[in-house]
């Protein structure tokens, strides 16, 4: 397999990234506005929202995975922690390392901005994903609770 480069979001286009974008939404059984999801890929790739960004992972400079990363304050640490938002392989390149890859790239990239940490969810049924995940962090035991307003 020809090698997969990951670059940031704002180097690649829009509906490459609205492709997948749709998936991922379908993946978690949801559907969010196309106007919300101009607004998501402006805040990702502007200069402006320094604390969101994102990563794509690119084959043939066809987009086959992203990453969506949210930069806060934490009241425990002196340091801002990543929060991994989003991740997402085409169903097409799944189990080749694409995960892992944008994974990785977050790791790197919160390390250069000085965070003290990385963290992200996922669903209890997802297991597949669990695996990797298994593999490239640890579990922390928390579960989570949200109300919406």
Not at 11 to 37: C, H, I, M, R
Not at 68 to 82: N, R
Not at 100 to 122: F, G, H, P
């Amino acid at each position: 397999m020809t090698a997969i480069s990951i670059v940031p979001l704002a180097q690649t286009s829009q509906p490459q990234w609205q492709a997948l974008w749709v998936g991922y939404q379908a993946f978690y059984q949801t559907k969010l506005s196309d106007e919300l999801s101009a607004h998501t890929w402006q805040r990702l790739t502007s200069a402006e929202s320094a604390h969101m960004y994102g990563f794509a992972a690119l084959l043939e400079q066809q987009m086959v995975g992203f990453v969506h990363v949210i930069e806060h304050d934490s009241c425990w640490t002196f340091k801002p922690y990543a929060y991994l938002q989003d991740l997402f392989t085409h169903t097409d390149y799944r189990g080749q390392g694409v995960a892992r890859l944008l994974i990785e790239q977050v790791y790197m990239e919160a390390k250069k901005r000085q965070c003290d940490r990385v963290y992200w969810l996922t669903q209890e049924a997802n297991q597949t994903a669990q695996i990797l995940y298994d593999k490239v962090a640890h579990k922390t035991g928390f579960i989570q609770y949200k109300q919406s307003l």
